[in-house]
């Protein structure tokens, strides 16, 4: 039946009674699919029957539709004329991993970061009523994004427009609230229905005849009556309709609430109950370790089990470990994470400190000026916090933290490329952002072991101070389990050439030796982007004749640009070649290919600095010693 489904009109001529087979046939394809390329999973599973009620009662894509958070769009993409690109998923040239807006027109919002889809879909809304344009816009929220305050910003506001909108909170044990029972689904589907929309429209007509006392009566009994048997009350003073909760997997629940939900005018809030993972046992156990996974390798023909190598420790796992070194030592060490204990390598703090651990949701903003107030008071809060996350704190990082110079400390995990989650979470402005801030000490380690005493340095900094640090492993540099400070704005030479000078700002110092084993050219791992070690680069300009500035950063205000910045404030002629992420979005890839294609490999440097180089009258690069 899959197969006959090329687009949601397809979907729609089928007979309702099918619609439960077409689901079980949609979760066995997304499984097959993820576990040929790897991605976001659990997610995908629990709203599989969601995804074929929407589409087959709104006209999508002429009605809009918008997923939130957007890893939730597995299925979404394979009802939509995506079927058979699924195997291409978050490689380079294909599909996506979230709802982007250049690949299909029913991915109506790119949905990269959660909690913006109330917002989005209000908008569109009342895009709609001002053209005059008869047309549905639902919001679908769900796997933790209810949890952020811009969610409730928009439904205050949403309630004041007075919209037609219908916004489905889809809770997957992830979210707000537990299933209530039977006796919801009953008021659930009473509520949603025609008469019980025509008796109280019918109802308001009447009461407008009588005291305004007797309007309120009528509007606060119902109220409290939907308060007894569901957590409708809040979302009611919010300006809501609201209906639920209802089985998210029941089919025969979901199509007639949304037939009738899609008549109703204003703001309508549905509630639906989904379990994470769901038809597949591991992931419905364990929704935390199946929210994505990677590429299934099948078994070796041959039937011996395949050599496992040993494995390097990840960035998230460096960072961990320091943290419980940190926290026996230091008392006062808190942590802080917005819903990224697992991703941020804290479980184990988690389990053992966990009086001194603070999960505060999908609330960025929140977790930096809580930050802030416990260390106006004696803590010493450490943010773990990925660097795409961060952009959205950063009224905060600048007013709660630096302005108040405050002694916090941040793990920027996932700086620079992420690989296949492509754009939306790029570390790629960390360094362009945080420089610009007083107060503010930014530290880029080049491997496991700075990493660590990096840490180690900015916990001990009294002031705000970031550690920013990619994705995945290192170069397999050994880590010293002693903590030892760096001295503030201090870098290193780590190779002496001639006449060209690589300062390297992180986690390409690997590359920028093998391309200065080619080039003889002196390499020096900067370690600070601020303070700047401006002796060093004092010392590098005097002997040699071109600096290249490397980082895994936008070029845009980056660490090459405070370089070039102290150059010219020292009014000091020097070429200088900067070499980083270049002014655009960087889609989604293998990370080593995505570094190849920027130029930003070994190859690419020694490419790149040859160019300047031929540019540069009567400069001969020297042959190397090696």
């Given at each position: 039946?899959?197969d006959?489904?090329?687009?949601?009109?397809?979907?729609?001529?089928?007979?309702?009674d099918?619609?439960?087979?077409l689901?079980?046939?949609?979760?066995?394809?997304?499984?097959?699919?993820?576990?040929?390329?790897?991605?976001?999973?659990g997610?995908?599973l629990?709203?599989?029957?969601?995804?074929?009620a929407?589409?087959?009662?709104?006209?999508?894509?002429?009605?809009?539709?918008?997923?939130?958070?957007?890893?939730?769009?597995?299925?979404?993409?394979?009802?939509?004329?995506?079927?058979e690109?699924?195997?291409?998923?978050?490689?380079a040239?294909?599909?996506?991993?979230?709802?982007?807006?250049?690949?299909?027109?029913?991915?109506?919002?790119?949905v990269?970061?959660?909690?913006?889809?109330?917002?989005?879909?209000?908008?569109m809304?009342?895009?709609?009523?001002?053209?005059?344009?008869?047309?549905?816009?639902?919001?679908?929220i769900?796997?933790?994004?209810?949890?952020?305050?811009?969610?409730?910003?928009?439904?205050?506001?949403?309630?004041?427009?007075?919209?037609?909108m219908l916004?489905?909170?889809?809770?997957?044990?992830?979210?707000?609230?537990?299933?209530?029972?039977?006796?919801?689904?009953?008021?659930?589907?009473?509520?949603?229905?025609k008469?019980?929309?025509?008796?109280?429209?019918?109802?308001?007509?009447?009461?407008?005849?009588?005291?305004?006392?007797?309007?309120?009566?009528?509007?606060?009994?119902?109220?409290?009556?939907?308060?007894?048997?569901?957590?409708?009350?809040?979302?009611?003073?919010?300006?809501?309709n609201?209906?639920?909760?209802?089985?998210?997997?029941?089919?025969?629940?979901?199509?007639?609430?949304?037939r009738?939900?899609?008549?109703?005018?204003?703001?309508?809030?549905?509630?639906?109950?989904?379990?994470?993972g769901?038809g597949?046992?591991?992931?419905?156990?364990?929704?935390?370790?199946?929210?994505?996974?990677?590429?299934?390798?099948?078994?070796?023909?041959?039937g011996?089990?395949?050599?496992?190598?040993?494995?390097q420790?990840?960035?998230?796992?460096?960072?961990?470990?320091w943290?419980?070194?940190?926290?026996?030592?230091?008392?006062?060490?808190?942590?802080?994470?917005?819903?990224?204990?697992?991703?941020s390598?804290?479980?184990?703090?988690?389990?053992?400190?966990?009086d001194?651990f603070?999960?505060?949701?999908?609330?960025?903003q929140?977790?930096?000026?809580?930050?802030?107030?416990?260390?106006c008071?004696?803590l010493?809060?450490?943010?773990?916090?990925y660097?795409?996350f961060?952009?959205?704190?950063?009224?905060?990082?600048?007013?709660?933290?630096?302005?108040?110079?405050?002694?916090?400390?941040?793990?920027?995990?996932?700086?620079?490329?992420?690989?296949?989650?492509?754009?939306?979470?790029?570390?790629?402005?960390?360094?362009?952002?945080?420089?610009?801030?007083?107060?503010?000490?930014?530290?880029?380690?080049?491997?496991?072991?700075?990493?660590r005493?990096?840490?180690?340095?900015g916990?001990?900094?009294?002031?705000?101070?970031?550690?920013?640090?990619?994705?995945?492993?290192?170069?397999?540099?050994?880590i010293?389990?002693?903590?030892?400070?760096?001295?503030i704005?201090?870098?290193?030479?780590?190779?002496?050439g001639?006449?060209?000078?690589?300062?390297?700002?992180?986690?390409?110092l690997?590359?920028?030796?093998?391309?200065?084993?080619?080039?003889n050219?002196?390499?020096?791992?900067?370690?600070?982007?601020?303070?700047?070690?401006?002796?060093?680069?004092?010392?590098l300009?005097?002997?040699?004749?071109?600096?290249?500035?490397?980082?895994e950063?936008?070029?845009?205000?980056g660490?090459?640009?405070?370089?070039?910045?102290?150059?010219?404030q020292q009014?000091?002629?020097?070429?200088?070649l900067?070499?980083?992420l270049?002014?655009k979005?960087?889609?989604?890839?293998k990370?080593?290919?995505?570094?190849?294609?920027?130029?930003?490999?070994?190859?690419?440097?020694?490419?790149?600095?040859?160019?300047?180089?031929?540019?540069?009258?009567?400069?001969?690069?020297?042959?190397?010693?090696?």
């Open positions: 039946m899959l006959t489904i090329d687009s949601p009109a397809d979907l729609r001529r089928l007979d309702q099918d619609l439960d087979e689901a079980l046939q949609l979760r066995e394809y997304l499984l097959y699919t993820v576990g040929q390329t790897g991605g976001h999973f997610a995908g629990g709203v599989v029957e969601l995804t074929i929407l589409h087959y009662i709104y006209n999508t894509p002429e009605d809009r539709l918008v997923w939130d958070v957007g890893h939730q769009c597995y299925p979404h993409k394979i009802l939509t004329e995506r079927r690109r699924m195997d291409g998923m978050r490689k040239g294909g599909l996506a991993g979230f709802p982007k807006r250049e690949e299909s027109p029913y991915d109506t919002f790119g990269g970061h959660s909690s913006t889809s109330i917002s989005a879909a209000l908008g809304a009342i895009a709609a009523r001002q053209q005059e344009i008869d047309r549905h816009t639902v919001a679908v769900g796997d933790g994004a209810m949890t952020a305050g811009m969610a409730f910003e928009a439904i205050t506001h949403a309630s004041h427009t007075g919209a037609n916004v489905v909170l889809n809770d997957n044990q992830m979210s707000i609230s537990k299933n209530t029972g039977g006796l919801n689904t009953y008021f659930s589907k009473m509520w949603a229905s008469t019980y929309n025509q008796i109280r429209s019918g109802g308001k007509s009447v009461l407008k005849k009588f005291p305004r006392s007797a309007t309120d009566i009528a509007a606060r009994l119902e109220e409290y009556m939907k308060g007894m048997v569901s957590p409708a009350t809040l979302f009611e003073e919010l300006g809501f609201y209906i639920g909760p209802i089985d998210g997997h029941d089919l025969n629940i979901l199509v007639p609430t949304l009738n939900l899609r008549e109703l005018p204003g703001p309508q809030m549905l509630h639906i109950m989904t379990q994470k769901k597949f046992t591991p992931a419905e156990e364990d929704p935390v370790g199946f929210h994505a996974i990677s590429k299934i390798e099948p078994k070796p023909k041959n011996k089990a395949p050599v496992v190598k040993a494995k420790p990840k960035y998230q796992d460096i960072f961990g470990s943290l419980c070194d940190q926290a026996e030592q230091s008392p006062e060490l808190v942590a802080i994470t917005p819903a990224m204990c697992e991703g390598g804290m479980l184990e703090y988690s389990e053992r400190f966990a001194r603070y999960d505060v949701a999908i609330a960025e929140h977790a930096l000026t809580l930050a802030a107030g416990m260390a008071d004696g010493k809060p450490v943010v773990a916090i660097s795409t961060l952009q959205r704190g950063y009224d905060q990082l600048i007013h709660d933290i630096a302005l108040q110079n405050l002694d916090v400390t941040f793990g920027v995990d996932r700086a620079g490329l992420v690989g296949e989650d492509g754009p939306t979470h790029a570390g790629a402005f960390d360094l362009s952002f945080l420089r610009c801030i007083p107060n503010l000490l930014v530290m880029a380690p080049a491997d496991e072991n700075e990493t005493q990096m840490l180690h340095t916990y001990n900094y009294p002031g705000p101070a970031a550690i920013r640090y990619p994705r995945g492993t290192g170069p397999g540099i050994q010293d389990q002693a903590m030892t400070p760096l001295e704005g201090k870098g290193r030479v780590v190779r002496e001639q006449k060209i000078a690589i300062l390297s700002f992180g986690t390409l690997s590359a920028a030796l093998t391309a200065a084993d080619a080039l050219a002196t390499v020096a791992d900067m370690r600070f982007v601020k303070p700047l070690d401006t002796e060093l680069i004092d010392a300009a005097d002997d040699h004749t071109l600096l290249v500035t490397l980082e950063n936008v070029i845009a205000g660490a090459g640009s405070a370089v070039c910045e102290y150059l010219n009014a000091r002629w020097q070429a200088v900067q070499l980083g270049p002014d979005f960087i889609d989604h890839g990370h080593p290919q995505l570094l190849s294609d920027l130029g930003l490999d070994s190859d690419g440097i020694i490419n790149s600095i040859r160019r300047r180089v031929a540019a540069i009258p009567d400069f001969n690069i020297e042959p190397s010693k090696a």
